[in-house]
């Protein structure tokens, strides 16, 4: 499974960024706003569609058409791509394979990756393990930098980080997807674990995320060349930030809807966020540097979220373990409601048949499961909370871009490849 996963990372790590810089390609600015929200419908209600049907066809299938339901639409993307894709005039042919940064890439990315994935498992420093992975990842990828930047003909171009929108949009990005994808998870952690919702009905809660990211993706689109795209990306991050923050105050009798509207909002938020930021981290990048340029946005969006859900799980685990050896410090049999509890819940369990020994030792069992749950709604409300935190800072990184402006349309000579009528200021 592990090494049909890596086989399916290495055949879709690609097409995102491919698909983007195929769009670039296609669409002026004017309208590359549009095209970008109705790419993005896709990409952005992937992961919320997901959990959903995944969720279904688990519960009522088997896990394994979570991947038998790829096979049709790899087979018709296969066909697709092969019809009608071809390569433009100007893309210039590599002499060789930098076979060097290949394997420098591969082996830091995957170190990193199994760094942050496992870290908690093994405790992460006081684990060699984890300890090796890190000091692998930490050599090979500053290797791997050094080796991109002194080559001819690298496999990553990391040039273009000398663009400022490009430089600062990646930044934003690599923030952005920290709140973004560990919010998802901790919101399944916490209808799962804590309210007890199965795979279907946790799917549902993350749902409305889905609508709102349709409608905010139509306006972005609309809205991306008429007004400057860093208000749009401070509407998004101020959306995400209220919508954690809702998140942080839930308690254990929480409806659906106490879960359901602030993913439709943060939903909307995303949407302000995924246009305007794409649009202007490569409006000003050559076109021979679009397809390198889409990759390494990739790349920190998926680092992004690797490091928000590694570093917040474990902030969760950790959170929760304070908070229930607080709660256990304040629990005291001698204390009347206390007292008066487990009276409650003994007498249930001897009208149910248990001995007055045996119902007692379950009344002290029913405590500590809510003692626990009480610990882990805390620190849920701990995890939600710096997310508000990460969401409000953000807007005092939006500065760091300047806007992009279409000027009047200008013909192009055979060969030039420069965006014309495009500047940032």
Not at 85 to 98: A, E, M, Q
Not at 294 to 301: C, E, G, I, P, Y
């Amino acid at each position: 499974l592990v090494a049909m996963r890596v086989l399916q990372g290495l055949g879709g790590g690609p097409i995102i960024p491919m698909a983007q810089a195929i769009m670039w390609e296609i669409f002026p600015l004017r309208q590359r706003g549009t095209a970008m929200a109705v790419w993005g419908v896709g990409i952005m209600m992937a992961p919320i569609l997901g959990p959903t049907v995944g969720g279904w066809l688990a519960d009522n299938w088997s896990w394994r058409w979570i991947f038998y339901i790829n096979l049709p639409i790899g087979i018709v993307g296969l066909l697709v791509a092969s019809a009608v894709l071809f390569d433009p005039w100007y893309i210039k042919r590599p002499g060789r394979i930098d076979t060097a940064g290949l394997v420098l890439m591969a082996v830091g990315f995957l170190s990193l990756q199994l760094f942050l994935d496992q870290g908690e498992r093994y405790e992460w420093f006081d684990s060699s393990l984890i300890l090796v992975l890190a000091l692998v990842a930490a050599v090979t990828l500053v290797a791997f930098v050094v080796r991109e930047v002194t080559t001819d003909e690298p496999i990553l171009d990391l040039t273009v980080y000398g663009d400022r929108n490009f430089a600062a949009s990646s930044v934003i990005m690599l923030t952005v997807m920290i709140g973004f994808f560990s919010s998802m998870v901790l919101l399944a952690l916490f209808t799962q674990k804590v309210l007890g919702y199965d795979a279907w009905t946790s799917g549902l809660v993350l749902a409305p995320g889905g609508v709102g990211n349709l409608l905010s993706l139509v306006a972005a689109g609309r809205l991306i060349t008429r007004i400057d795209q860093r208000w749009l990306l401070a509407l998004g991050c101020a959306l995400n930030a209220y919508a954690t923050y809702e998140m942080s105050t839930v308690t254990l009798g929480a409806d659906y809807w106490a879960l359901a509207w602030p993913r439709l909002v943060q939903g909307v938020g995303i949407g302000f966020i995924f246009v305007p930021l794409n649009t202007v981290a490569l409006a000003t990048i050559p076109r021979e540097r679009m397809g390198n340029a889409t990759v390494l946005l990739n790349v920190v969006r998926n680092l992004g979220g690797a490091i928000g859900v590694a570093l917040l799980t474990t902030l969760l685990a950790r959170r929760s373990q304070v908070h229930q050896a607080t709660l256990v410090g304040h629990v005291d049999a001698w204390d009347p409601e206390t007292a008066e509890r487990l009276r409650v819940w003994a007498t249930h369990f001897a009208a149910q048949g248990s001995d007055s020994f045996t119902a007692e030792r379950r009344a002290i069992g029913v405590l500590y499961q809510e003692v626990t749950r009480q610990a882990q709604l805390l620190a849920f409300a701990d995890d939600f909370w710096l997310l508000f935190l990460l969401f409000s800072g953000s807007l005092v990184l939006l500065p760091m871009l300047r806007r992009v402006r279409i000027g009047p349309a200008a013909a192009r000579e055979p060969g030039d490849a420069t965006p014309a009528a495009v500047h940032a200021d």
